[in-house]
């Protein structure tokens, strides 16, 4: 009952900067954390950046300083502001959702498609 869609991605250069979206639709609760993950070729997904609804914010070491999240709650949106990217940064970024169950007990982790993220000269 939950999707999430992001958008944003693309090529870049070295030094240059990308923003991600990410809409979620269906049943959302609060509280809840929105972020990024990512996944370079022949690597684990590894944490980015996550955000609660609340507004607190919490990133990467390899993120910080650089990445920049952001969220409107009312649409339900969490974008990513990626600045001085660098090749390292390629990969495939993917949006989550962490919430309660309908009746506050569990945990509950949703995905995105995904969305690719290619920085090189």
């Known amino acids: 009952q939950v999707q999430l869609v992001e958008s944003g991605g693309g090529l870049v250069q070295p030094g240059g900067s990308l923003r991600l979206s990410c809409t979620a639709s269906?049943?959302?609760?609060?509280?809840?954390?929105m972020g990024w993950y990512r996944q370079a070729p022949g690597k684990q997904r590894e944490f980015v950046a996550r955000?609660?609804?609340?507004?607190?914010?919490y990133y990467a070491d390899s993120a910080e300083g650089r990445f920049t999240i952001s969220r409107d709650n009312a649409k339900n949106t969490v974008y990513l502001q990626m600045n001085s990217l660098k090749p390292e940064d390629t990969a495939v970024y993917y949006c989550?959702?962490?919430?309660?169950?309908?009746?506050?007990?569990?945990?509950?982790?949703?995905w995105g498609q995904g969305t690719q993220v290619t920085v090189s000269s």
């Open positions: 989550n959702l962490q919430q309660l169950s309908s009746g506050g007990t569990n945990r509950m982790g949703y």
């Open positions: 955000m609660h609804s609340g507004g607190s914010t």
């Open positions: 269906g049943s959302i609760f609060s509280p809840n954390f």
